[in-house]
């Protein structure tokens, strides 16, 4: 059985720093693309940051510059560090895997989310 632990949220003031963590259980993470996504209130669950197996990297629009992906194979697990933080950034955020390219049928994991509140 897969799981995604998410840790690290809370609530942080203007222009600081988060650093978010997912460990991923069982077998997957050496093979699986992870990524980060967001949801806030009233609004649709959107990509913040996905991260290969091979350390490529892709970032949503909105966070270029202010986060960074980064995954310790070894631990089997996924960051999110975030900075500059912005009272918009206050979501649910959620660790993802992804499948492999070439899996016939994509097989996606969620974990249960971490609030980050971004606020003064």
């Known amino acids: 059985q897969v799981q995604l632990v998410e840790s690290g949220g809370g609530l942080q003031q203007p222009g600081g720093s988060l650093r978010l963590s997912c460990t991923a259980s069982?077998?997957?993470?050496?093979?699986?693309?992870m990524g980060w996504y967001r949801q806030a209130p009233g609004k649709q669950r959107e990509l913040v940051a996905t991260i290969t197996t091979g350390g490529s990297t892709n970032y949503a629009g909105f966070v270029k510059g202010r986060v960074t992906i980064s995954r310790d194979n070894a631990k089997n697990t996924v960051y999110l560090q975030m900075n500059s933080l912005e009272p918009e950034d206050t979501a649910v955020y959620y660790c993802?895997?992804?499948?492999?390219?070439?899996?016939?049928?994509?097989?996606?994991?969620w974990g249960q989310g971490t609030q980050v509140t971004v606020s003064s």
């Open positions: 069982g077998s997957i993470f050496s093979t699986y693309t």
């Open positions: 993802n895997a992804h499948s492999p390219g070439w899996v016939v049928v994509p097989i996606i994991y």
